[in-house]
């Protein structure tokens, strides 16, 4: 996958459920703060999981921490009302995958992970003039909710959990980035 870079002129609109004075980029970093210290204990397995499947692992800890807030969003290794499992929120019927291995296991962050790369192929099959980067903020998208849900790249959030997804991800891997991941 393309490396990680923010394109300048991302909003983030969409604020969890935790208070926060503020929105966009600086929003998602302190959010992605808050989630540090859950997510670094399973920075070995999302390092493995990176080097594995070619995928940065600074996006997947900001996948991790918008979906799980690093395991501290869910409820017996559940999220989005029972409907999704683990760290990365792996659903039932996306891509007729079922979910792997435990909550935080290599397993399921491997599973992660081989979905992201394959969202990324569905992307790049889709948008081919696509720039790398867009290709990767296409990807996020696609991982929320599937290639189909995009038309084009300025509407890449537009159906996307709270219509910010990608940029929040890629803020918040960009706060992991800068944070040894």
Same mark, same amino acid.
């Given at each position: 996958?393309?490396?990680?870079?923010?394109?300048?002129?991302?909003?983030?609109?969409?604020?969890?459920?935790?208070?926060?004075?503020?929105?966009?980029?600086?929003?998602?970093?302190?959010?992605?703060?808050?989630?540090?210290?859950?997510?670094?204990?399973?920075? @070995?397995?999302?390092?493995?999981? @990176?080097?594995?499947?070619?995928?940065?692992?600074?996006?997947?800890?900001? $996948?991790?921490?918008?979906?799980?807030?690093?395991?501290?969003?869910?409820?017996?290794?559940?999220?989005?009302?029972?409907?999704?499992?683990?760290?990365?929120?792996?659903?039932?019927?996306?891509?007729?995958?079922?979910? &792997?291995?435990?909550?935080?296991?290599?397993?399921? $962050?491997?599973?992660?992970?081989?979905?992201?790369?394959?969202?990324?192929?569905?992307?790049?099959?889709?948008?081919?003039?696509?720039?790398?980067?867009?290709?990767?903020?296409?990807?996020?998208?696609?991982?929320?909710?599937?290639?189909?849900?995009? #038309?084009?790249?300025?509407?890449?959030? =537009?159906?996307?959990?709270?219509?910010?997804? #990608?940029?929040?991800?890629?803020?918040? =891997?960009?706060?992991?980035? &800068?944070?040894?991941?």
């Amino acid at each position: 996958l393309a490396r990680l870079w923010l394109i300048p002129g991302m909003v983030i609109t969409f604020l969890f459920f935790f208070a926060i004075n503020h929105q966009g980029v600086s929003a998602s970093h302190e959010m992605a703060e808050r989630d540090l210290p859950y997510v670094d204990k399973y920075k @070995g397995r999302i390092t493995s999981a @990176g080097q594995k499947h070619g995928v940065d692992p600074a996006v997947l800890g900001g $996948i991790i921490s918008r979906e799980s807030r690093g395991g501290t969003g869910l409820v017996n290794s559940s999220g989005d009302n029972g409907n999704a499992h683990g760290l990365m929120q792996v659903i039932l019927t996306f891509r007729c995958h079922s979910p &792997k291995g435990a909550c935080g296991s290599q397993e399921h $962050i491997d599973q992660g992970a081989q979905i992201l790369v394959g969202s990324y192929s569905d992307v790049e099959k889709k948008y081919p003039h696509w720039t790398k980067e867009q290709k990767l903020k296409g990807a996020l998208a696609a991982y929320n909710m599937g290639a189909g849900s995009i #038309s084009s790249y300025e509407q890449v959030d =537009a159906k996307t959990t709270g219509g910010d997804y #990608s940029n929040d991800v890629a803020a918040r =891997a960009q706060y992991f980035k &800068k944070h040894g991941y």
